[in-house]
C-alpha cells in the first residue's frame, strides 16, 4: 500500500516545501478514517465525493489506483506513477529532491 | 517472498485495472464486490475467504500451493476456482519452478468442473500455464477449444491476446486480435454492459478495437510482415484518445515504437515512444533508451534529452477543491509554490 510509504517522504521534506495531498476516491468515510488512524497519515487527506462520482479523479484523468503525480513548484506535473510497487518510493524520492532543488 | 507476492498481487491489480479493465470494464464495476460481502457468505465462500487469510500470513509458495491444492481438492467447481488456480500455477511457475505439478493440478481440477463459466477460468489458467511454458501449438489448440465450448467475450480474447504476446506465440496474437474486433463496436460493448451510456460505449468499443490493433501490429512485425504492421498501427491511430499527459492510453505507441525500432527507425521510435516515456510504462522507457542509444551509439546525453522533454511535456495541475475528513475544504491552487506530491488511492 501506498500511504504509508509516503508520510516518511512527508517528514522529511517537508520544511523545503513538500506537500504530500491524498485523494481518497472510495465511498466510505469510516473505512478510510480508520486507515489514516492506524497508519498515523498526517499530511493533507481530501475526500472526492459528490454523489457517485469521483469529481477530481475525473478531473485528473486517474482511472486507477493508487496513482500519483508530482508537481514542480509552477504547479506543472513533470513524473506520474500508475501503481506502486515496493522501492517505488526510493524512485520518488529522488524525484522529489529534483523538484524541491538544492 | 512477501515482497514478491505482492508485487505481484499488485501486478495483478494493475492487470485488471490497467490491461483489461482499463480497455474495458465500466468503473463502477467493483461494486457488486462490496455488495456481496454485506451477503451471508456461503460454506464455499468461507472456506475461500479462511484459506486466503492463511495465504497472506504465509511466505512460503510451498505452503500457498499446498492450500490451493487442498481448498481445490475439496471445491473443486466454484466461483473461487480460477482464482486459486491462478494463484497456485504463478508460484509452481515462478516461485518453484515445477510447472509439472502446476498442470497435474489444472488438469485434475478441469475434469471435475461441470459449471461452464468455472470451466472457462480453469482453462483460462492452462493457457496461462502453456503459455509460460511456451507450448505454442497447445496454446493455440485450447483457445479453439474455448472459443468453441463457449460464447467467449472481447476480455477473453484480450487475455488470450496478451498470453500469445508474452509466449511469442505471433499466429494466435493475430487470430484473436481479429476476433477481438468483431466485439470493436458500440453495439458489442452496449450488448455486454447495456447500463453503461452510448457516449461511454462508443469510447469503449473504440479502445477494444485499438488494443487489438496495436497487438495484431507487433504480431505482425514479428512474423517478419513489416509494412503491414506499419498499416496496421496507422489504422488504428484514429481513434486513439490520450491522458492528460499525453499518454495513449492503450499499447498502440508501445508497439508502434519498439515497431519502428526494430525496422531500424531509431528517430520516428522516440518520437512515437516520448510521452510514453516520460509519464507511461516502465517498457516504454527502456524501449526510448534503447532507441536513443541506437541513434547515438551511447546513452550520453540520454537523461538530459529526457529532463528538457519532461519540462516540454509537463502539463499543468487542474485545479480543484476537496474537503479534508473534517469538512474544511482545501484548494489545490493554495500550494502552488510548493511541490506537491498528489495521490489518488482508495483504501480497497
Redesign the interface.
Known amino acids: 500500500m ?2 504509508p510509504r ?1 508520510e516518511p ?2 517528514q522529511k ?1 517537508r520544511d523545503q ?10 465511498h ?2 469510516e ?3 480508520e ?2 488512524a492506524e497508519n498515523n497519515l498526517t499530511y ?5 465525493h459528490e454523489g ?1 462520482d469521483n ?3 475525473s ?22 506513477h ?5 522501492g517505488d518510493e526510493v524512485q ?1 524520492e529522488e524525484e ?1 529532491r529534483k ?2 532543488g538544492p | 517472498m512477501t ?1 514478491r507476492t ?2 505481484w498481487l ?1 501486478c495483478v ?2 492487470v485488471t ?2 490491461g483489461c ?2 480497455a474495458d470494464r465500466p ?2 464495476d467493483a461494486s457488486t464486490v462490496a455488495d456481496a460481502a454485506t451477503e451471508e457468505l456461503s460454506e464455499v465462500d468461507q472456506a475461500a475467504e479462511e484459506t486466503w487469510a492463511i495465504w497472506e500470513e504465509t511466505e512460503d509458495p510451498e505452503v500457498k500451493v499446498g492450500l490451493a491444492r487442498d481448498f481445490l481438492e475439496r471445491y473443486p467447481d466454484s466461483d473461487h476456482t480460477g482464482d486459486f488456480l491462478g494463484s497456485a500455477v504463478y508460484h509452481f511457475t515462478e516461485s518453484l519452478d515445477r510447472p509439472d505439478e502446476a498442470y497435474e493440478l489444472v488438469e485434475a481440477t478441469l475434469s471435475k468442473v461441470e459449471d461452464a463459466d468455472t470451466r472457462l477460468d480453469a482453462q483460462m489458467q492452462l493457457a496461462v500455464l502453456h503459455s509460460k511454458t511456451e507450448r505454442l501449438e497447445e496454446l493455440s489448440t485450447l483457445a479453439d477449444t474455448m472459443a468453441e465450448e463457449h460464447s467467449i467475450q472481447f476480455t477473453d480474447h484480450l487475455r488470450l491476446m496478451e498470453l500469445g504476446i508474452e509466449a511469442g506465440a505471433w499466429n494466435l496474437v493475430v487470430e484473436q486480435a481479429e476476433a477481438g474486433l468483431a466485439f470493436a463496436s458500440t453495439q458489442a460493448f452496449k450488448a455486454q454492459w447495456p447500463d453503461e451510456s452510448d457516449e461511454y460505449a462508443a469510447r469503449a468499443g473504440q479502445r477494444r478495437s485499438v488494443y487489438c490493433m496495436a497487438y495484431k501490429g507487433w504480431a505482425q512485425e514479428n512474423l517478419g510482415q513489416h509494412e503491414a504492421a506499419l498499416a496496421t498501427f496507422s489504422g488504428a491511430d484514429d481513434d486513439t484518445t490520450y ?3 499525453g499518454v495513449d ?1 492503450t499499447p498502440l505507441h508501445l508497439y508502434w515504437g519498439k515497431t519502428l525500432l526494430l525496422q531500424g527507425e531509431p528517430d520516428a521510435a522516440m518520437a512515437k515512444l516520448t510521452a510514453e516515456a516520460l ?3 516502465k517498457e516504454a522507457k527502456e524501449s526510448f533508451a534503447e532507441a536513443w542509444t541506437a541513434a547515438h551509439d551511447s546513452d550520453d546525453g540520454l537523461e538530459e534529452r529526457l529532463w528538457a522533454l ?2 516540454e511535456y ?5 485545479q ?1 477543491a ?4 473534517e469538512g474544511e475544504t ?1 484548494e ?2 493554495e ?14
Open positions: 501506498e500511504l509516503l517522504l512527508w521534506y516545501g513538500l506537500q504530500v495531498i491524498a485523494i481518497d476516491s472510495e466510505d468515510t473505512r478510510s478514517v486507515f489514516i493533507h487527506l481530501l475526500e472526492d457517485d469529481v477530481v479523479a478531473k485528473l484523468e486517474i482511472y486507477g489506483f493508487p496513482t500519483s503525480y508530482l508537481v514542480d513548484r509552477q504547479g506543472r506535473i513533470l513524473f506520474s500508475i501503481g506502486f510497487e515496493e520518488m522529489i523538484l524541491l | 515482497q505482492w508485487t499488485l491489480a494493475l485495472t490497467w479493465g482499463k468503473a463502477d491522458s492528460l499527459l492510453d509519464f507511461g510504462s519532461r519540462q509537463a502539463k499543468p495541475l487542474p480543484f476537496l474537503p479534508n475528513y482545501f489545490s491552487t500550494f502552488i509554490g510548493d511541490v506537491m506530491l498528489v495521490a489518488a488511492w482508495n483504501p480497497t
